[in-house]
């Protein structure tokens, strides 16, 4: 995408929603060091918002609050006339990540999901980031995840999130977006001979018939079409320092799609950036998640037919979130200036989805023979 489109598009969005949001054209550069990005920030902001535009560096201070493998935040604090302080997440954008997102469908989807207590407020969009309000909360971990308290609380603030309407196509988007990152990851090439050899190890015809064999099999749930966060691993999800509020944050992969490819998204992300599927939840934990997502006001009411139901479905679509991602690495590997082995991660995620494809394909058969399914 060139930089004209990318400045087009923020406009655009800006003016679509409402005047609250401001827009700029202006971009930072993702790679510079924090001393050297100040001034461009200041002047970013100074155009952004009238009400600071004639404040200078000595009204600002920035830090880093996380350094990922997609984007670079920041926290910028601005101490106004009146000696009074308003914090701000500053999320420049990976350099090449629109080869994997799609920002327009992300910043159409915020000013939704922020009215229904999703997320941060959305206060300007630039050139090649966004500016929203500052959350105080810390980031969860993966052992965090699995802690009955917080299950529950992930399970119910789910359901609410699937529960939001965004005004665009209610179409899926998982098998378009598999389908978008195969095409492109199937003519990559590498200058590194060991990356190259490495990535001529992929066999994409295999892995297309895959696809298609899950496409089919996961095509007979009928599972329901929701608003989907398609990335709810630890990193994506806040909880107030008092432990009451809980937050769920970057909506960049955010479509709507099938229910089942959220929870077993989610499931998956039990192993933690060290990919220890060993971690993933077991069919009772699954259960007490399923319950509290299904009847968050009496989780206890569930059926039997029900959970059996969620749990062959988020199976299935388990096995999608491999392919996904396994998929989205190989792309990463080739346009992410990130130190960080895009390659070795593909095959950690499709070897698993090997190794749990048979289990999970019997366990679809065997619901689909089912009584209940006819």
Known sequence: ???????????????????????SSLIVDHSLSLPQMKPLIVELFNDLFKHWSDLDESNFSIETISGGITNLLLKVSVREKDG??????????G??????????????????????????KLLGVFGNGMVQSFIDART?????????????????????????????SREPQLWNDITKFFTRALTLKFDDSEKQKKFEMVSFEEINKEVNDLKAMTDRFNAPVVYCHNDLLSGNLMLSEDEVKLYFID??????????????????????????????????????????????????????????????????YMLASHLYWALWALIQAKMSPIDFDYLSYF???????????DKCFALAHTYFKSPRTG
């Open 140 to 168: 969860l971990t993966p052992l965090d995840m699995r802690k009955p308290k917080l299950v529950a609380e992930i399970a119910k603030q789910l359901r609410r999130f699937h529960e939001v309407e965004i005004p665009f």
């Open 1 to 23: 995408m060139g930089e004209t489109e990318k400045i087009w598009n923020t406009k655009e969005v800006a003016k679509m929603h409402n005047s609250e949001i401001s827009s």
């Open 95 to 120: 350099p090449n990540t629109e080869y994997v997102i799609n920002r327009q469908r992300e910043l159409q989807a915020i000013p939704h999901l922020s009215a229904a207590g999703f997320g941060a």
């Open 251 to 316: 909506f960049e992969y955010g479509s709507y799609n099938y229910r089942g490819f959220d929870l077993g998204n989610h499931f998956n992300e039990y192993a933690g950036y060290d990919c220890d599927y060993n971690q993933y939840p077991s069919k009772d934990e699954q259960f007490y998640f399923f319950k509290h997502y299904l009847r968050p006001d009496g989780p206890h009411e569930v059926s039997n037919e029900a959970l059996d139901t969620l749990y062959a479905e988020t199976s299935a």
């Open 84 to 93: 009074s302080v308003v914090s701000t997440t500053v999320r420049l954008y």
């Open 347 to 357: 095959f950690l995620r499709y070897n698993e989805y090997k190794k749990q494809k």
